[in-house]
């Protein structure tokens, strides 16, 4: 595994400015070749120009020694059976749409083309055989459709105006596509194949749109000759990660869910045995939660595990059918992507003071770092990480992060104090690096504020109970849990309490919120893409009934008392008095631009101090540099003229 980074030392640093962190390279997506050889990655970059980061495609050895070669633009990177060609995908421009290519590894590396779809090409596209690709793609544009668009006639009809990905297989040798018509107007999300060359295990939703999309998971076999489908029934919620096994003669089928029984909670990892669709949970009381699932062609599957602060890297034990913890690593991996023997791994793994780079080498041995991505940020002098433990109120232990201001030790506060809120809730903050307009720690301490990053109930690391308690009871023990580290933090002289900010996005940006509506201790906040009325965001949100799970109610169940109003902000927002900047994608539909909205208005009507900043074009996250360097200089003017 990957070793610890030490702390960063005094030595002379160069400034960090908005430019140095919206510019950051990011490796995403390895993709280790079948024979162990090589990995494939994708680098995603801005390159100091306007818009929205540009992806290219690299690949190098991995056992190490050699630095990683530029093969062209593109992403999603996956191998051919022999190891001898890399497939990516690559948009087609102006046009709209996707194609795939290839790019043979002789030493000549020329691309080819291998087809064009103007309706887009998902990232999931398994080689069957060396001749085949399934592919996952959209209805291309019929001439109908083109002749309404250019008439302007762009009506949307609600429940069909999100294309359908359907299951198409691409002949190779032809260029030959052909669509498996028995799976209907099912939505087909993801898919592997047996790795004898037998079925392919297709997950589809009912519809393209996330509510009712993942409540209405099936699991289906497609035989890849002759497209016939069978259907194995239905599967967990927000299912994914579908992988092949074999033990005692036997194909097993595993997929990773939310834990039976449960809207809201951790995910597990439920097994099947074909045609069989009753399901067996292989990570039951487990105290850590699963958060990838691989597919080994030789071999039982491995999977990444979030352990608190650390991810551990587990392998199933087919007699026994529990996984077993083969390694861990301080900080956060991702990515995880094995060889056909499952012997040699490659991923992305992420310390303290280390952005995520691509590491690869055997299972429960030392990885050799292969990419070094951003390597102008070892000239910066971040601030001191530190790993807490704590206890919350009732005595459940607790784990969140510290950073200090840069060049400060805890000994010169106490300091302004920033709280950030991970979204989700089902997400955690692991102890590695972050810095971005949402994951904004470092930025904030090269400005001399100390930053607390919580870990609350709800949070994924700490195993299915732990997540399930904010099922219908947002802003209760998660709240608590992050006034408890703020209050230790006090108390041991790092925060002064005159001087608190708190800032989150999404489900953060609903802490942020709900700080200000309960608490008068915060001087300044910040609110990004956050939910004001939950309500609301189960009637208009992209979530729906999985939202309506954490705001506890519905709009629609009769005209109150509701639950779900005790746990918006905007019920009290009468009572607020910090000020706040509200920051929001004109086009998220995952949280509505009509949540900021509101709590604006609220604000406005009350005369609470606000600044309320909406980002065109932009949706859940901001993907424009321009709009990157905007909300990281307003965070920090924000909280400068408060704290």
């Known amino acids: 595994m990957p070793s610890p980074v030490p702390q960063p030392t005094p030595a002379p ?36 120009s306007a818009g929205r980061p540009r992806a290219s495609l690299w690949v190098t050895a991995a056992e190490g020694g050699t630095p990683p070669r530029r093969l062209a633009e593109g992403l999603a990177p996956k191998w051919a059976p022999d190891s001898a060609a890399l497939h990516f995908t690559s948009d ?44 996952l793609a959209a209805d291309e544009p019929t001439a109908e459709d083109e002749r309404r668009e250019a008439e ?10 999100l294309p359908v990905t359907r299951l198409r297989l691409l002949d190779l040798a032809t260029g030959a596509v052909r669509t498996v018509a028995g799976l209907g107007d099912r939505h087909v999300v993801e898919l592997t194949q047996r790795p004898d060359g037998g079925p392919l295990a297709v997950l589809t939703w009912s519809t393209p749109e996330l509510d009712p999309g993942v409540l209405t998971a099936r699991l ?19 299912a994914g990660s579908p992988v092949w096994w074999h033990h ?37 009381d487990l105290p850590v939660c699963p958060a990838e699932l691989v597919q080994v062609a ?22 026994s059918l529990r996984f077993r913890q083969v390694c861990a690593a301080p900080g956060l991996l991702a990515g995880l992507t094995a060889s056909r023997s499952g012997e040699t791994v490659a991923l992305l793994a992420s310390t303290a003071y280390e952005l995520g780079d691509v590491h690869a080498g055997p299972v429960g041995g030392s990885l050799a770092r292969l990419t070094d991505t951003a390597p102008e940020l070892r000239a910066v002098r971040w601030g001191v990480q530190e790993r807490l433990d704590y206890q919350a109120s009732d005595g459940l232990r607790l784990d ?34 972050a810095l971005n307009p949402v994951d904004c720690g470092q930025w904030l301490a090269a400005a001399g504020y100390a930053v607390f990053l919580a870990n609350p109930r709800g949070s994924s690391g700490r195993g299915h109970a732990f997540a399930a308690t904010a099922a219908g009871a947002v802003g209760g023990d998660e709240w608590t849990d992050v006034l408890d580290g703020i209050d230790l933090l006090v108390a041991e002289g790092v925060a002064d309490p005159e001087r608190l900010g708190i800032s989150g996005w999404s489900h953060g940006g609903f802490l942020a919120a709900w700080a200000m509506a309960r608490s008068d201790r915060f001087k300044a906040a910040v609110m990004g893409a956050g939910i004001s009325d939950w309500g609301m965001q189960a009637g208009t949100g992209d979530w729906g009934i999985l939202d309506a799970a954490l705001g506890g109610s519905t709009g629609w169940a009769g005209p109150g008392p509701h639950v779900h109003d005790r746990h918006s902000p905007i019920s009290y927002a009468a009572g607020i008095r910090t000020p706040v900047l509200i920051l929001h994608g004109e086009e998220d539909t995952n949280v509505p631009i009509g949540q900021a909205v509101h709590f604006h208005r609220a604000l406005r009507h009350f005369g609470v101090d606000h600044e309320f900043v909406v980002y065109p074009r932009e949706g859940h996250g901001l993907q424009e540099r321009a709009h990157q ?15």
């Open 92 to 135: 087609l421009g102006e046009q709209g749409g996707a194609q795939l290519r290839r790019i043979r590894l002789d030493g000549a590396d020329a691309v080819e083309t291998l087809t064009a779809w103007r309706g887009g090409i998902g990232d999931h596209y398994p080689l069957l055989d060396g001749r085949t690709v399934a592919l």
């Open 152 to 161: 302007g006639d762009d009506a949307k009809v609600w429940g069909r105006h």
């Open 298 to 319: 030789d071999g039982p599957p491995l999977a990444l595990f979030a352990d608190g602060l650390d991810t551990a890297l587990y392998r199933l034990d087919p007699g």
């Open 629 to 643: 360097l905007d909300a990281l200089r307003r965070i920090i003017d924000w909280f400068g003229r408060r704290l």
């Open 13 to 48: 640093a160069v400034p960090l400015t908005a430019e140095l962190v919206v510019d950051l390279a990011a490796a995403v997506t390895p993709a280790l070749s079948p024979d162990g050889r090589l990995v494939a990655h994708a680098v995603v970059a801005h390159g100091g």
């Open 400 to 433: 969140g992060l510290l950073i200090l201001p840069s060049g400060r030790a805890r000994g010169d506060g106490p300091f302004p104090l920033v709280t950030l809120v991970h979204g989700g809730p089902y997400d955690r903050y692991a102890d590695a690096f």
């Open 220 to 238: 289906h076999l497609v035989d890849p000759g002759t497209a016939v489908v069978h259907d194995l029934g239905p599967v967990g919620v927000e």
């Open 248 to 284: 005692d003669g036997r194909w097993h089928l595993a997929h990773l869910a939310v834990t039976p029984g449960h809207l809201v909670g951790g995910l597990a990892v439920l097994d099947t045995v074909p045609p069989a669709a009753e399901y067996r949970n292989l990570t039951a």
